[in-house]
């Protein structure tokens, strides 16, 4: 969480968090009636920054999803302790009213364990074969919705890119698309900007400002998440050696991988392989 604007911040809210000091990713580090009178908001408001905050400190999880758990009623991890995320998913699924991409109900998992346990670094994916083989025993309910999530207007990616025409807005899907495979196919090689926006067919300006629109990402913060997702996983199922992984998967330098790896995860990657190792052994 590196802006302001993963909080959804007023103009006014942005100003008093300046005058007042405060370091963004530490506003829920300060009490509820702390940062109402702080930044002299109301008391739901004050509520709804310090869990789009807190929420947002955990490793991939994004203002989207912090905005879901406000929508279901929780403004903290502490209102999440001891919950089912089973049941947390039911009723997220019941409240869209469509059923939603099995990943959603590994951020569940995640959130319920930090608010268990705080002092234990995971990722979402880390719940993965967990929440399968829940599913493959037990299933899901009955009363399941049977539309997809992305029947929803605003799970589309198309649907966010700032367009005048509609068939103006599926070429512009198209063409960053196209982008994205480009990265998601080259990960390991160095990619520049203007790189991307020819292999879109768009001006360096028109091209940035679509994706971040479309994909709530800049294109190198999708860039280093998909590099950083292969780490993870040769950290994991291969014996490669730090250096090797910074190669293979793109990034300049060990240090900055590991600074990277360490923001991302929450702890280095020769720790993350061992923990790997541990629960495999389990």
């Known amino acids: 969480m590196n802006s302001l604007n993963h ?19 530490e506003l829920h580090h300060h009490s509820v009636p702390e940062l109402q009178k702080l930044l002299n908001v109301s008391k739901i408001r004050a509520m709804e920054i310090y869990a789009l905050s807190e ?47 099995p990943c959603v109900e590994d951020q569940f998992r995640l959130v319920v364990h930090y608010a268990q346990h705080p002092g234990r670094p995971k990722n979402w994916w880390d719940f993965t074969p967990e929440r399968k083989a829940f599913r493959e025993k037990h299933g899901y309910p009955k009363s399941r919705p049977k539309a997809p999530w992305f029947d929803l207007p605003q799970y589309k990616t198309a649907n966010r890119i700032v367009a005048a025409k509609e068939v103006t807005q599926s070429d512009l899907h198209k063409k960053l698309k196209q982008a994205a495979i480009f990265m998601k196919n080259n990960f390991s090689k160095s990619i520049a900007l203007k790189d991307l926006a020819n292999t879109a067919g768009m001006s360096q300006y028109h091209f940035l400002r679509c994706f971040k629109h479309a994909y709530e990402k800049t294109p190198g913060q999708f860039l280093t998440h998909l590099r950083l997702k292969e780490a993870s996983l040769r950290l994991t199922k291969t014996k490669q ?42």
Not at 70 to 85: E, F, Q, R, V, W
Request: proline share 4%.
């Open 7 to 25: 909080l959804d911040l007023t103009p006014a809210e942005r100003k008093q968090i300046r005058a007042c000091k405060l370091k963004v990713k």
């Open 55 to 101: 929420f947002q400190s955990l490793p991939q999880i994004g203002i989207r999803f912090a905005h879901d758990l406000i929508a279901m009623g929780y403004y903290s991890l502490k209102d999440l302790k001891g919950k089912n995320p089973v049941k947390l998913t039911d009723k997220f699924e019941q409240q869209l009213g469509v059923w939603v991409d």
């Open 241 to 282: 050696d730090i250096g090797q992984i910074v190669v293979a998967c793109g990034f300049e330098n060990t240090s900055s991988f590991i600074r990277l790896f360490k923001r991302t995860f929450g702890v280095t990657p020769a720790a993350y392989r061992i923990q790997k190792q541990k629960t495999t052994i389990r």
